[in-house]
């Protein structure tokens, strides 16, 4: 009967067909982050210097408020690229009252490369790394279990806590033993036009406790 299977052997090419169909949900993930991330970084880069500005201004004084109220004593955070907040004048200032700052390095390796944190301060020399982005050269590495406060850069947010970042998973490899700990607290740094209904995730994506922006901080839900 038509419904039965072939006694032949299964040709090679319908086996090829078969995989293919199980892998379109992952391509389809890909392509939507990926659509999603070129339309949020254009709309990033289409902001004045002038609103930019004023929007960076605006998070630098509730992070320092924060910073003020809660103390932290290690932070970890990031330097400005491709548009991103600039909390450059915060970190330099609460350096200089004791608070020890880190920044992303990329550290290569024979299993690849990985993201660790280094010590930084307004003295710190800096190199660019492979992606352009300037890192601390030859600072102590700073272990994230050790870190208070982590400020994640990113391209997109939903207010469940998803973060969509530039698509290398450096954060999502750097944070998985960490995953179910409330320390650090991870807390993702953008402006509300990054904010969208939904990010597209994946099993293995570390959520963000917390959300700066321009309008304040917003206490993402805790996964069930």
Same mark, same amino acid.
């Given at each position: ?15 090829? !067909? ?31 210097? $002038? ?26 955070? !990031? ?9 450059? =004048?915060?970190?330099?200032?609460? @350096? ?51 870190? @208070? ?8 947010? @939903? ?12 954060? @999502? ?10 320390? =650090? ?17 994946? =099993? ?17 839900? $805790?996964?069930?």
């Amino acid at each position: 009967m038509g419904s039965e299977l072939p006694s032949e052997p299964v040709p090679h090419q319908y086996l090829i !067909f078969k995989r293919l169909q199980t892998m379109k949900p992952k391509i389809n993930q890909n392509t939507k982050k990926t659509a999603l991330r070129n339309e949020l970084r254009a709309r990033r880069r289409q902001l004045s210097e $002038s609103d930019r500005l004023s929007l960076d201004a605006s998070i630098n004084q509730f992070l320092a408020k924060y910073i003020a109220e809660h103390r932290p004593a290690t932070i970890a955070a !990031f330097w400005p690229f491709d548009g991103e907040p600039n909390l450059l =004048p915060t970190l330099a200032a609460t @350096d200089q009252h004791g608070t020890q700052i880190a920044l992303p390095v990329i550290k290569q390796s024979p299993s690849g490369p990985s993201l660790v944190f280094a010590q930084w301060t307004s003295a710190t020399v800096m190199e660019k790394n492979h992606y352009g982005i300037p890192e601390p050269c030859g600072s102590p590495e700073i272990l994230l279990f050790n870190i @208070d406060l982590l400020l994640l850069p990113l391209v997109g947010w @939903d207010e469940s806590g998803n973060r969509l970042g530039m698509g290398a998973g450096f954060y @999502d490899r750097a944070l998985t033993p960490l995953n179910q700990c409330e320390v =650090p607290v991870r807390t993702g740094v953008a402006y509300q036009l990054q904010r969208v209904p939904k990010i597209p995730d994946e =099993p293995w994506d570390i959520r963000l406790h917390m959300l700066l922006s321009e309008t304040g901080w917003f206490t993402c839900p $805790s996964r069930e």
